[in-house]
């Protein structure tokens, strides 16, 4: 089929033609008016005792490492659950826009896990700028109060406690979203591929009854 036959059926088959354009321009505008997600991420640091003081959570190079994944397993979302993850994920990328995960950073691979560092991963996402602070706010808490808690049950005095500090110490919160030009661009391509493969199907309108009659005259 060449171009001019599709511009052939094109105008035969106008109703289709004119629905196909109308609903591509619908999801254009659908597309390039989502909103954009705000993600707020930052690193909490585990550190051993200021004092000398006994403590049995960091009795070894990789107590506090161990520490580290107990906190994240007791802290992480039921839904989201306590998977290592490597450096590059986040929850925007795998599609989530509200809510927020704490993992322990994975240094091996997709294959092996490998955990070098005492670290947490935070990651926290919402609707806009404020959201996604406060959520970054619930889940960090809630590593505080992890943290208090398994201290607790081993009772740890509070002059040999793990301390914690954040990295970088003043979280930035980033506007997610995809670029509108590709969006659009693929939306549209999308579109006309689509109208372009009913007008095929449908073919070219095969002439009346009137039509054949004068043919045939």
């Known amino acids: 089929m060449t171009a001019w036959d599709v511009l052939t059926i094109a105008a035969q088959r106008w109703l289709v033609t004119v629905l196909g354009l109308v609903l591509t321009v619908g999801a254009v505008f659908l597309v390039t008016s989502a909103q954009p997600s705000y993600l707020a991420q930052v690193r909490v640091v585990l ?12 009795d070894t190079a990789g107590s506090l490492i161990s520490l580290a994944g107990v906190v994240a397993k007791s802290v992480a979302d039921s839904d989201v659950g ?35 560092e005492p670290v947490l991963d935070v990651q926290a996402v919402g609707s ?29 005095p509070l002059a040999s406690r793990v301390r914690t500090i954040l990295n970088p110490e003043a979280p930035q919160v980033d506007a997610v979203g995809g670029s509108d030009t590709r969006a659009m661009a693929a939306t549209v391509v999308a579109g006309l591929l689509v109208t372009v493969s009913v007008l095929g199907y449908l073919g070219p309108r095969r002439p009346g009854r009137r039509g054949v009659l004068a043919s045939q005259r």
């Open 47 to 58: 550190l051993p005792p200021a004092t000398a003081q006994p403590n049995g959570l960091t």
């Open 82 to 116: 306590a998977e290592a993850v490597s450096e590059s994920v986040t929850l925007t990328g795998e599609g989530r826009r509200e809510g927020y995960t704490v993992r322990q950073p994975n240094a091996g691979g997709q294959w092996q896990y490998r955990f070098d």
């Open 128 to 156: 806009t700028d404020r959201a996604a602070r406060q959520q970054l706010d619930a889940a960090l808490r809630r590593v505080d109060s992890a943290l208090a808690d398994i201290q607790d049950l081993q009772g740890v």
